[in-house]
Nanobody, 121 residues
Framework: QVQFVESGGGLVQPGGSLRLSCAAS????????MGWHRQAPGKQRELVAA???????NYADSVKGRFTISRDNAKNTVYLQMNNLKPEDTAVYYC???????????????WGQGTQVTVSS
C-alpha cells in the first residue's frame, strides 16, 4: 500500500510564496507521473501542474510563469513552488501520482489528503 502525505499549505498575502510538498511512502512501488490539482469552493477540481518520470512538465495557463513543479525521485517526493500568489489561487491542493506496484504488477492512481492554500490580505 502506498500513501501520500502533503505539507506546506497555509495563509499568505497576495504576491507571497508557498512551497507544497507531497511524499510517498510504502514498499515495492515505482512512481510514474506526478501532479498537483486544486479545488476551490463551488468549482471542479482542476489540474495545476504535472511532471513525468523524465522531468517533462506542463502547467495550467493560469499558473504559467508563477508556479514550478519539480520532483525528487530518490525521495519519491513532488514539490510545487508557488510565487506571486493571487486570491484566485485559494483552494485545496491535492497531489496525485500514478503508481506501479511491484507486488501486484499493476498500476493505480493515488491522491494525497489535500492541503489548504488561502491567499488573502
Amino acid at each position: 500500500q502506498v500513501q501520500f502525505v502533503e505539507s506546506g499549505g497555509g495563509l499568505v498575502q497576495p504576491g507571497g510564496s508557498l512551497r507544497l510538498s507531497c511524499a510517498a511512502s510504502g514498499s515495492s512501488f515505482r512512481i510514474l507521473a506526478m501532479g498537483w490539482h486544486r479545488q476551490a469552493p463551488g468549482k471542479q477540481r482542476e489540474l495545476v501542474a504535472a511532471i513525468t518520470n523524465g522531468g517533462s512538465t506542463n502547467y495550467a495557463d493560469s499558473v504559467k510563469g508563477r508556479f514550478t513543479i519539480s520532483r525528487d525521485n530518490a525521495k519519491n517526493t513532488v514539490y510545487l513552488q508557488m510565487n506571486n500568489l493571487k486570491p484566485e489561487d485559494t483552494a485545496v491542493y491535492y497531489c496525485n501520482a500514478g503508481v506501479f506496484s511491484r507486488a501486484t504488477m499493476s498500476s493505480g492512481d493515488y491522491w494525497g489528503q489535500g492541503t489548504q492554500v488561502t491567499v488573502s490580505s
